[in-house]
T-cell receptor, first 116, second 114 residues
């Protein structure tokens, strides 16, 4: 079985400060890991992914994430938050040997609020 | 490319009614899937398809049917709507190629069952 945990329902950050949105995963074997963002009343947009290689992955809008195999984590980070980053963020995982097609297991989501 | 399109955007049904949520993609993606999004529960997989003529159940398939007669279309049918099916439904597609696998999502259908 594969699963993702996002331990924080909400993260509050002041504009200009660094932000971190946490994600831990559980899979058998090596994972594919993803971050998606959802703005109000919109679908999910892909931010970044870890497939293999460098543990630090850079994605859209200045976001990055670090894959940590020993801690089974894939935290999303940004050095300087913008008010426009306020949205719902989802971490997702897929096991390399998954037998459910290419479906992803999503976390419950973390609401990010960046205040001016 | 229009990407992944879904219709309708909003729908209100009475308990027991049936309806079909439409999903289409113009990217020639083999893999398509349906998720439902409920507050505090993330996205849960309902059904998926790895290609035309092939479908399979996801995590929460009860009360839903799917078919995949073409690569482009993947409709989701609610056979007899129940209040528990009030949710936001997202269709997604991907073209497994190399080490890609990211999924492209439609804008969603917000369904209310009264």
């Amino acid at each position: 079985a594969q699963s993702v945990a996002q331990p924080e329902d909400q993260v509050n950050v002041a504009e200009g400060n660094p932000l971190t949105v946490k994600c831990t995963y559980s899979v058998s074997g090596n994972p594919y890991l993803f971050w998606y963002v959802q703005y109000p009343n919109r679908g999910l947009q892909f931010l970044l992914k870890y497939i293999t290689g460098d543990n630090l992955v850079k994605g859209s809008y200045g976001f990055e994430a670090e894959f940590n195999k020993s801690q089974t984590s894939f935290h999303l980070k940004k050095p300087s938050a913008l008010v426009s980053d306020s949205a719902l963020y989802f971490c997702a995982v897929r096991a390399r040997n998954s037998n459910s097609g290419y479906a992803l297991n999503f976390g419950k989501g973390t609401s990010l609020l960046v205040t001016p | 490319n229009a990407g992944v399109t879904q219709t309708p955007k909003f729908q209100v049904l009475k308990t027991g009614q049936s309806m079909t949520l439409q999903c289409a993609q113009d990217m020639n993606h083999e893999y398509m899937s349906w998720y439902r999004q409920d507050p505090g529960m993330g996205l849960r997989l309902i059904h998926y398809s790895v290609g035309a003529g092939i479908t399979d159940q996801g995590e929460v398939p009860n009360g839903y049917n799917v078919s995949r007669s073409t690569t482009e279309d993947f409709p989701l049918r609610l056979l007899s709507a129940a209040p528990s099916q009030t949710s936001v439904y997202f269709c997604a597609s991907t073209k497994p190629q190399g080490a890609s696998y990211e999924q492209y999502f439609g804008p969603g259908t917000r369904l209310t069952v009264t």
